[in-house]
């Protein structure tokens, strides 16, 4: 009887351990199971980190090549500007010439008109001998909107 009573004392402890031995062996692997998956999902998400990576290398790369476009174009506009403002000033000098020019000529046609009808004669050649004409010429060099040279000449008329 003790060695029955051994014996299925032995075979119960042997059945309790190799349930747990199966219990431990199904656990063993789904652990692996389970460290398989995340190391599935672990490459995955290095792999989408990566093409993330490329996607904005590429994202800088070009946002600094069209940076460097628009940067340029600001400088050619700039220049541009700076061309059409010195044409403006020069043409701005110009008209005020002109219309200096044309203000005495305007007073020498009147003046002329006067001594065709034969109105103050005397009065005019009184003005006109005190007369003193002179034409002034002024050339300015320019460089980028700045001016670099400026050279006045004056030719006096006779009248």
């Known amino acids: 009887m003790f060695r ?4 299925t004392a032995v075979q119960q402890e042997v ?6 031995l199966q219990s431990s062996k199904s ?17 995955a998400e290095l792999s989408r980190k990566q093409g993330l990576e490329n996607t904005l290398d590429e994202t800088q790369c070009t946002a600094g090549a069209q940076l460097q476009k628009i940067q340029e174009l600001i400088c050619q506009m700039e220049a541009e500007l700076s061309r059409v403002r010195n044409d403006l000033s020069r043409q701005s000098n110009e008209y005020k010439i002109l219309l200096d ?16 009808d034969g109105n103050n004669s005397s009065e005019l050649s009184t003005n ?15 460089v980028n909107g700045t001016v670099v040279n400026s050279k006045i000449s004056e030719i006096p008329l006779k009248l």
């Open 4 to 7: 029955t009573f051994q014996s």
């Open 15 to 20: 059945n309790t351990n190799t349930e747990a």
């Open 128 to 142: 006109l001998k005190d007369t003193n004409r002179k034409v002034k010429t002024i050339v300015q060099d320019m």
């Open 101 to 116: 020019i044309k203000s005495r000529l305007e007073n020498e046609i009147a003046t002329y008109r006067r001594l065709i």
């Open 27 to 43: 656990q063993i692997k789904e652990l692996k199971r389970t460290l398989q998956n995340l190391e599935i999902e672990m490459q």
